[in-house]
């Protein structure tokens, strides 16, 4: 087996809310739930998670990154989905770059996966609903696993339970089961994303806007902090004033594009704040967003309109020959087979954490 290839998929699903809950388990292991729940699945296009996933031979322990840092596999949630997996995986061949894995090669051959959320993880926005829905989706394209959505859901479901209605658009449901094994809890499509067209989900985050106001010899800083929390009234809740730094941090459900312009109209210099630091995305487009994101964290709960896309959707499946180059693409730093081991990939720099003005 040439030691130089490597295989990528890559896909995007979204994360769901619940409209009835599922909220109890009779088995913590297998995550079986003790009722039936029903959710609306959001449109990836608002609230989503990207997953890479690679295979080679060059790898030699299967790794993954979330947001850019590595996090550990080891997790009885991440195991059960891989081990599911690779029980699954067929044959794989791509005759133009000479790859072949056979079905028995997927037990032996690792696994490189950098997952990107472009709303806040572990914040109660089911982050791992639409995390582990695309980690099993983009694997199972992956490994060529030839099952349906609905076993998939149940792969799914021993990631994160809410997961498994991740795998579907529109209105979801989860069903119990009855089965000790789990094999009939599985996600059903209750009615398409075209059902309810115009249903509208909107879910507000309120988030911290770091600004920095270069002291002019007119206007001091606390004009500059006094007009912008005239313009923007009730949307505000709070100002810090560090004289010192320049520095303001408006607090509130602003969004930090318009303190700019409301502070810039006012004659003063401005400018968002020096990056801070920001991990790797899976792709060059995604981490756009994710820049976006986290440097305007405001503008992320602003349009999660539901329009009820197709989940999930697979972004590239096409083999990609290592090396790849971690600069131009951060998002494949971790599927670089060439990488050491023991190394974390290094986050790009340049995105800002937090937001200013000056
Ligand atoms: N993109 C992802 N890929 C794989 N796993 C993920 C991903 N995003 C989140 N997770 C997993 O899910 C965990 C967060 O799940 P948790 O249930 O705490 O929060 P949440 O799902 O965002 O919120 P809630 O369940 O309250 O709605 C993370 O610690 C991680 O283990
Ligand atoms: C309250 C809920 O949002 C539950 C979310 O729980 P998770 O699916 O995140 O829990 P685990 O299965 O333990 O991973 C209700 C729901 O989505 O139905």
């Not at 295989?7 to 699903?13: D, E, G, M």
């Not at 408006?250 to 318009?258: L, Y």
């Not at 009820?308 to 087979?337: G, M, V, Y």
Request: charged content about 25%; hydrophobic content about 40%.
């Amino acid at each position: 087996m040439a030691e130089k290839w490597v295989l990528t998929v890559t896909a995007q699903t979204p994360t769901n809310i619940a409209v009835i809950k599922y909220w109890g388990k009779r088995d913590e292991n297998l995550i079986l739930p003790i009722n039936d729940s029903i959710s609306v699945t959001l449109d990836p296009q608002h609230l989503c998670t990207t997953t890479s996933v690679a295979v080679s031979p060059a790898f030699t322990h299967d790794r993954m990154w979330l947001n850019g840092k590595e996090i550990s596999l080891s997790g009885g949630r991440y195991q059960n989905c891989l081990r599911e997996l690779r029980a699954r995986a067929s044959d794989v061949e791509d005759e133009e770059k000479g790859i072949k894995i056979a079905k028995k090669d997927w037990e032996k051959l690792h696994l490189h996966i950098a997952s990107y959320n472009n709303f806040p993880t572990a914040a109660g926005l089911a982050s791992s609903a639409a995390g582990f829905a695309c980690l099993v989706f983009s694997l199972a394209k992956l490994m060529k696993v030839k099952e349906d959505h609905s076993k998939l859901s149940a792969i799914a479901r021993q990631g994160s339970g809410s997961a498994c209605r991740s795998l579907y658009g529109g209105f979801v449901k989860w069903i119990m089961g009855k089965e000790e094994n789990g094999s009939d809890s599985i996600a059903v499509q209750l009615a398409d994303e075209k059902h309810w067209d115009d249903l509208v989900i909107i879910i507000a985050v309120l988030s911290t806007v770091l600004v920095d106001i270069a002291q002019h010899p007119m206007i001091g800083i606390y004009d500059s902090v006094m007009n912008i929390q005239n313009l923007l009234l009730a949307s505000v809740e709070s100002f810090d004033i560090n004289i010192e730094q320049q520095k303001v941090t408006v607090k509130g459900s602003v969004q930090p594009e318009t303190v700019l312009q409301t502070v810039s109209k006012s004659g003063k210099a401005t400018s968002f704040w020096e990056a801070v630091e920001a991990p790797a995305a899976p792709e060059s487009k995604s981490a756009e967003t994710l820049a976006a994101l986290e440097s305007k964290p405001t503008e992320t709960p602003t349009e999660p309109e539901s329009k009820h896309a197709e989940a999930p959707a697979e972004l590239e499946s096409k083999p990609a020959e290592a090396p790849i180059e971690p600069e131009s693409k951060p998002a494949e730093t971790p599927i670089e087979p060439e990488s050491k081991p023991t190394e974390a990939p290094e986050p790009e720099s340049k995105h800002a954490e937090a937001v200013g003005v000056a």
